[in-house]
C-alpha cells in the first residue's frame, strides 16, 4: 500500500523559507497517471490547496501563494518538495503531502502531516 | 476561484440515524469533457483527510456503502444512511473542476447527540 512521509523543520523564523519534503514509497512517483500536492492546515481551520506536481516537472500553485512557492520533484529519491519563501505565523499549519490520482479528481492518498510553527 | 459553500458547519447526529450534509459552488462543476469533479472528504480527530468520494458519487476503495454522494450542476449533497460512531469528525467537499487551484468547503463538523 503506497505510504506518504512529510519530513522537515518543525519551527521556522518570520521571514525565512519553510522547506519540506515528501517521501513516497514506490516507483509511482515516476508514473504518468498521477499528480503530487501539498495542502496545509491552519489550526482549527479548513484545508487549503498549496500547489501540485507532475513526474515531468511540471508544476501549478494556488494563485494565493504562488508568489512564495516552489514545489519540485527528484523521481531517483522517490521524494517532492516544498519550500514556502517570507513566512509569517498565518504560515503555522499542519503541512499534508499527498497523491493527485489524476489533475481533476484530487487526493487519494494521503501522508500523516507535519506541524509547522513559525516564531521567533 | 471558485467558492465551496457547506451546510450546516455543525451536526449533531443520532447513533443509527441517517445525516446529510449540503455543499454549493459558485460556478456549475460540469467540465467540458462531461465529468463533475466534485469529492468529499472525511477527517477524523487527529487524522489526516481521506477522500470518500469522487466524481460526485463514486465510492473510494474501503468506503462503506452507509456513504453515498449526489447531485449536479451547482448542488451536491453527502448522506450517510446510518451513522456510526466511527464516523464523527469534520467532512469536507471539493472541486476540482475549475483547478487550479482546488478550493474546499468550510468543513461540517459530525458529532453524536
Known amino acids: 500500500q503506497l505510504q506518504l512521509q512529510e519530513s522537515g523543520p518543525g519551527l521556522v523564523k518570520p521571514s525565512e523559507t519553510l522547506s519540506l519534503t515528501c517521501t513516497v514509497s514506490?516507483?509511482?512517483?515516476?508514473?504518468?497517471?498521477?499528480?503530487w500536492g501539498w495542502i496545509r492546515q491552519a489550526p482549527g481551520k479548513g484545508l487549503e490547496w498549496i500547489g501540485s506536481i507532475y513526474y515531468s516537472g511540471s508544476t501549478y500553485y494556488n494563485p494565493s501563494l504562488k508568489s512564495r512557492v516552489t514545489i519540485s520533484v527528484d523521481t531517483s529519491k522517490k521524494q517532492f518538495s516544498l519550500k514556502l519563501s517570507s513566512v509569517t505565523d498565518a504560515d503555522t499549519a499542519v503541512y499534508y503531502c499527498a497523491r493527485c490520482s489524476s489533475r481533476k479528481n484530487g487526493m487519494d492518498v494521503w501522508g500523516q502531516g507535519t506541524t509547522v510553527t513559525v516564531s521567533s | 476561484d471558485v467558492v465551496m459553500t457547506q451546510s450546516p458547519l455543525s451536526l449533531p447526529v443520532t447513533l443509527g440515524q441517517p445525516a446529510s450534509i449540503s455543499c454549493n459552488s459558485s460556478q456549475s462543476l460540469v467540465h467540458s469533457d462531461g465529468n463533475i469533479y466534485l469529492n468529499w472528504f472525511q477527517q477524523r480527530p487527529g487524522q489526516s483527510p481521506r477522500r470518500l468520494i469522487y466524481k460526485v458519487s463514486n465510492r473510494d476503495s474501503g468506503v462503506p456503502d452507509r456513504f453515498s454522494g449526489s447531485g449536479s450542476g451547482t448542488d451536491f449533497t453527502l448522506q450517510i444512511s446510518r451513522v456510526e460512531a466511527d464516523d464523527v469528525g469534520l467532512y469536507y467537499c471539493m472541486q476540482g473542476t475549475h483547478w487550479p487551484p482546488y478550493t474546499f468547503g468550510q468543513g461540517t463538523k459530525l458529532e453524536i447527540k
Open positions: 514506490s516507483d509511482s512517483i515516476s508514473s504518468s497517471n498521477y499528480y
